[in-house]
Nanobody, 125 residues
């Protein structure tokens, strides 16, 4: 059973940066793809970024492309989501989740199985 814990959320100002972490205890962190999603109040859970099991391929949602960067450290069993140039559209609860290891990075939440509890990101103007 994979156990994911997100951390690093907080309150920042517009234009600031923040780095989220997804800590994965249990076995086999290097055997699955990792995705990041976010959900704002009253909105659907939105795809943010994903990375393959080996860290070679990444994919981003349109609203974060060029500002966010996802990485995966299999030795430490941690994934990071570096968020730059945060804007008023970014506040949400951010989640990490796992998917089967494949070269196609999925954007639908239904393709992901284990989820963390989320970490809140707030952007003040």
């Amino acid at each position: 059973q994979k156990h994911l814990v997100e951390s690093g959320g907080g309150v920042v100002q517009v234009g600031d940066s923040l780095r989220l972490a997804c800590d994965a205890s249990g076995l086999g962190f290097d055997n699955f793809n990792l995705g990041w999603f976010r959900q704002a109040p009253g909105k659907e859970r939105e795809f943010v970024a994903a990375i393959t099991w080996n860290g070679y391929l990444t994919k981003y949602g349109e609203s974060v492309e060029g500002r966010f960067a996802v990485s995966k450290d299999n030795a430490k069993k941690i994934s990071y989501l570096q968020m730059n140039s945060l804007n008023p559209e970014d506040p949400a609860v951010y989640y990490c989740a796992t998917a089967i290891s494949e070269l196609l990075l999925r954007v639908r939440r239904g393709n992901y199985d284990s989820w963390g509890q989320g970490t809140q990101v707030t952007v003040s103007s």
